[in-house]
């Protein structure tokens, strides 16, 4: 079975800042790598996935994240952020035969101006 | 193209009592999962339906069960409420074939409270 672990619970950072969003997972098995958001009393939104090929991904809102097979990581960035990136975001994993998602605890980000 | 849509939104129901949400996925999508988000536990999958049979169950009790209907609309079934069982109840559509085809998408979800 794969495991997703996200490093941070918390991340509070400074508008206009970078910040970086940790996550680690454990599998056997070929997987693909998902990055959701969810703003308050909403539903998740896909921000990026690695399927395969290029290890960096980039998704919508400025955000991208790099796959490293070596050390079972997919990291999320974003250069500069806004107050609107305000969210909670979650890492999850599936296998590429499997029909489930298996998320990571989720990082609250606090954006401050 | 519409969205993944649940409803009701909102519920409120004391203990003992039963409840019924619905999902509506994405038209063209044969695979509908269901997860439970609670802040102690996180999210958790609870089943996956696909062309009206369950290909994939989490770890919950019997009281737990779903169904999947000709359209692809899923119902999702609790019954007993137990306090424990509040929490947001998202549903996820996807084309369910495999590979890169598993990408699933959110619909807003049912805030349940059990009083």
């Known amino acids: 079975a794969q495991s997703v672990t996200q490093l941070d619970s918390q991340v509070p950072v400074f508008e206009e800042a970078p910040v970086e969003l940790r996550c680690n997972y454990s599998s056997s098995v070929s997987v693909y790598l998902f990055w959701y958001v969810q703003y308050p009393n909403q539903g998740l939104q896909l921000l990026l996935k690695?399927?395969?090929?290029?290890?960096l991904v980039k998704g919508i809102n400025g955000f991208e994240a790099e796959f490293n097979k070596s050390q079972t990581s997919f990291h999320l960035r974003k250069p500069s952020v806004h107050i609107s990136d305000t969210a909670e975001y979650f890492c999850?994993?599936?296998?590429?035969?499997?029909?489930?998602?298996?998320f990571g605890a989720g990082t609250t980000v606090t954006v401050r101006a | 193209k519409a969205g993944v849509t649940q409803t009701p939104r909102y519920l409120i129901k004391t203990r003992g009592q039963q409840v019924t949400l619905s999902c509506s996925p994405i038209?063209?999508?044969?695979?509908v999962s269901w997860y439970q988000q609670t802040p102690g536990q996180g999210l958790q999958f609870l089943f996956e339906?696909?062309?009206?049979?369950?290909?994939n169950k989490g770890n919950f009790p019997g009281r737990f069960s779903g169904r999947q209907f000709s359209n692809s609309r899923s119902e999702m079934n609790v019954s007993t409420l137990e306090l424990g069982d509040s929490a947001l109840y998202l549903c996820a559509s996807s084309f369910g074939a495999g590979g890169l085809y598993n990408e699933q998408f959110f619909g807003p979800g049912t805030r349940l409270t059990v009083l």
């Open positions: 690695y399927l395969s090929g290029s290890t």
């Open positions: 999850a994993v599936t296998r590429s035969n499997d029909y489930k998602l298996s």
């Open positions: 339906y696909f062309s009206e049979t369950q290909r």
């Open positions: 038209s063209g999508h044969r695979s």
